[in-house]
């Protein structure tokens, strides 16, 4: 017997309002093993797009005519050698330049240095995916480029990648929720509201440098802001929720965003940089999850990424001052001798 499948139907619809028949979306995939190009073109196809190019890595790198950069760019590189990291930062410049989508697949250990060249086209960067994972930033890229459900398309998933589907759309509504409640938002139900709608409500006001505003008169009113707790303190902390997961099963307790602001906060306080690689080791979550939350706390103005003056290949990823004033509150609040969190 075979296995079941799901079906995700989209409606029909290949023209514009104004009658004009749109072209479908370009996309150029990059990898060197044959079987992935073909899998990848396969995906591509059923979702109503125009796989304009499926090539091998060299490609990418002797492309004089900047073919690479269409509307949307597949790039799978799981080990990078400098050459290809050059590549890769020429791809970034022009795809932000050009206003181009790009996924790029890796594995943990490129992770730093992939993630290090790719600094402007705000890529979506996954970490040994699964198709499912692909397919969820293929979503993703359609959604950015203002497309999603064009076309009428179908797309097939056995029980595996339907399963790992429906936790990755779980995790995504997750962020919404968890953002949503960080920033007070009365909605945290996720009811109706985007993603991209709980990180604007939660981003942090420009104009308010830290202070709180007078409600009568609606000037900034200066706080003194506490010092960060003890580095000390915050790595015990991190230490205990860590160990729930030698009693109970790891994830009942994911809470990506807190561990990662936790292990920032310590980070800051003892005056070190935190690698993205080590970030996501902290989250407690697979690195592609992380990344994403880690885009998302970026959006909502609570980290930073911060280049090494000396390696333009790495960069790192901070707390923004804002961030770390409220931790440090946070902190202030429930004292030393507070409640293990």
Known sequence: MGQSVTRFDYEDSTTTRSGRVRAPLAVAIFADQPLLRAELADDVTAAGLCVVRAHTLGALLDDPEDRGVDDLVLVDCPVVDAAELAALSRLDMLAARGGAQVVVSTSLDSLEAVFGCLDQSQPDILVAPSRADRMIALGRGLARCGLAGRGKRVRELDDEDRLTLLRLTEQVSEIARTLARLSGDGDADGSGATVEDKVSAFRFDAADGG???????????????????????????????????????????????????????????????????????????????ALRWIGQMTDAGLFRRVEDDTDRRRAFIALTDRAADAMARYFAEIGTGGPVV
């Open 211 to 289: 202070g709180a505003r007078d409600r009568d008169n609606g000037r900034l009113a200066r706080t003194i802001r506490p010092p960060l707790p003890d580095p000390r303190l915050i790595r015990r902390i991190a230490r205990q929720r860590q160990l729930r997961a030698r009693f109970f099963q790891g994830d009942l307790f994911a809470d990506p965003a807190w561990d990662m602001l936790l292990d920032l906060t310590a980070a800051r306080a003892e005056h070190a940089r935190v690698s993205v690689t080590s970030l996501c080791i902290a989250s407690g979550v697979p690195p592609t999850t």
